[in-house]
């Protein structure tokens, strides 16, 4: 008799806990977009506060540096981890933990206590997160669906990825701009919620064959060779490198000081026009 917990090799697509998965990542993801851009403008607001005027530009990036530099460091030992426990208990972990930054966060936020320092201080601690639970996030999903179905599983979780990444930061803007920076926040760390039951519900992994968890054992090392050796793989990791290194946190970066700088503009304020427009 096979095991109860065991996913049928002839499954229908998509199964109930890729679902109740994806449903939980979609919420999570979306209150991640809404702190990550809040982040932004509430560094431009502290940054007034602390005096640092001449420094902003290097201190609206700090955090991401702080946060991108920490996972340098320790995404190697976040993938081996990933590989050879639990990844449920590690992703419930790493929830709890976001949970609390963002709390805090909000809180200082709300009590006007928030100074650049805490940002980048809680930015690390966010990369600690964030090295062991995105290599456990990513290597989950081929656990919850049959072989056939894993193609289909990844496309449509960077489906949600992206979607997200559209819905969070218009979700902040409004808050910001209704209620305060502090519940982009607060509702970051109530989205995690739902990705936390959702976890809670997910079947364990089933019991490879003996080939299979031996290659677990493997580490990173192995992925790196693998990549080194197959060219079409290295050429999708060098274009999302090079695009994660120097697009997106350009973007990040500047868009709240072009915001504020050369729009004139505010959470609540209309923009005007641009004093660089002819």
Same mark, same amino acid.
């Given at each position: 008799?096979?095991? +109860?917990?065991?996913?049928? *090799?002839?499954?229908?697509? @998509? ?20 702190? &990550? ?16 005027? %001449?420094?902003? &530009?290097?201190?609206?990036?700090? +955090? ?11 995404? #190697?030992?976040? &993938? ?6 639990? %990844?449920?208990?590690? /992703? ?15 809180? /200082?936020?709300? $009590?006007?206590?928030? $100074? ?12 600690? *997160?964030?090295?062991?639970?995105? @290599?456990?996030? !990513?290597?989950?999903?081929?656990? =919850? ?16 990825? $992206? ?11 409004? /808050? ?12 970051? !760390? ?14 364990? #992994? ?19 060779? $693998?990549? #080194?050796?197959?060219? @079409?793989? =290295? ?19 500047? /868009?709240? =000081? ?18 660089? !427009?002819?």
């Amino acid at each position: 008799m096979s095991s +109860p917990t065991a996913i049928p *090799s002839a499954e229908r697509f @998509p199964n109930g806990p890729f679902t109740r998965y994806m449903i939980g990542e979609g919420v999570s993801m979306t209150g991640t977009w809404m702190q &990550g851009m809040a982040l932004g403008w509430v560094m431009t607001e502290v940054v007034v506060r602390d005096g640092l005027q %001449k420094y902003e &530009g290097l201190l609206q990036a700090a +955090p991401h540096l702080a946060s991108g530099l920490v996972m340098l460091l320790l995404f #190697r030992l976040g &993938g081996a981890y990933a590989d050879r426990h639990d %990844k449920r208990f590690i /992703l419930q972990v790493c929830q709890i933990a976001q949970i609390g930054f963002a709390l805090a966060i909000g809180q /200082l936020i709300a $009590h006007g206590s928030l $100074h650049t320092w805490h940002l980048i201080v809680a930015a690390a601690l966010l990369g600690i *997160s964030s090295s062991f639970e995105m @290599p456990a996030a !990513a290597a989950i999903v081929p656990e =919850l669906v049959a072989k056939e179905n894993v193609a289909k599983a990844i496309s449509v979780d960077r489906a949600v990825f $992206h979607a997200t990444r559209l819905v969070g930061p218009a979700a902040a803007g409004y /808050l910001v701009g209704r209620y305060g920076a502090e519940w982009a926040f607060y509702l970051n !760390a109530a989205s995690f919620i739902a990705l936390m039951i959702a976890l809670a519900t997910l079947p364990r #992994r089933p019991q490879g064959t003996v080939e299979e968890e031996q290659k677990r054992q493997g580490g990173a090392g192995e992925g790196f060779r $693998h990549v #080194r050796q197959d060219k @079409p793989s =290295l050429a999708m990791v060098a274009l999302l490198a090079t695009n994660t290194l120097f697009v997106f946190p350009v973007i990040i970066v500047l /868009l709240p =000081l072009y915001l504020k700088n050369d729009l004139f503009a505010g959470p609540v304020s209309k923009p005007r026009r641009s004093r660089w !427009a002819y």
